[in-house]
């Protein structure tokens, strides 16, 4: 997965924010593949009709995540490239 830009996240933070705005909505919650990716630079390794994931980027604070243990190194990996832009994710069993 190529590395975005952290004017590509900020854009689409923005992006995510005023549809929150136009929604009348505190937060979103994506559980598809490209949803997820879109909002978290994030490509899963398990599939969400498999083992169900969920990000949740709500309009204060930091963008959240509940993923299945298996995405447990996948995850590390990538965030030790600097390549997601997620740090707080709950992991299930």
Not at 56 to 75: C, D, I, Q
Request: hydrophobic residues 45%; glycine residues 4%; proline residues 5%.
């Amino acid at each position: 997965m190529p590395h975005l830009t952290k004017a590509v996240h900020d854009y689409r933070l923005a992006a995510m924010h005023r549809l929150m705005d136009r929604l009348r909505v505190d937060a979103l919650v994506f559980g598809s593949p490209d949803f997820f990716q879109y909002a978290t630079n994030f490509q899963l390794d398990v599939w969400p009709w498999e083992r169900p994931v969920f990000v949740v980027v709500p309009r204060n604070g930091e963008t959240f995540a509940v993923m299945n243990e298996l995405s447990t190194n996948h995850m590390r990996f990538a965030a030790e490239k600097g390549t997601v832009w997620l740090s707080d994710v709950t992991y299930y069993a």
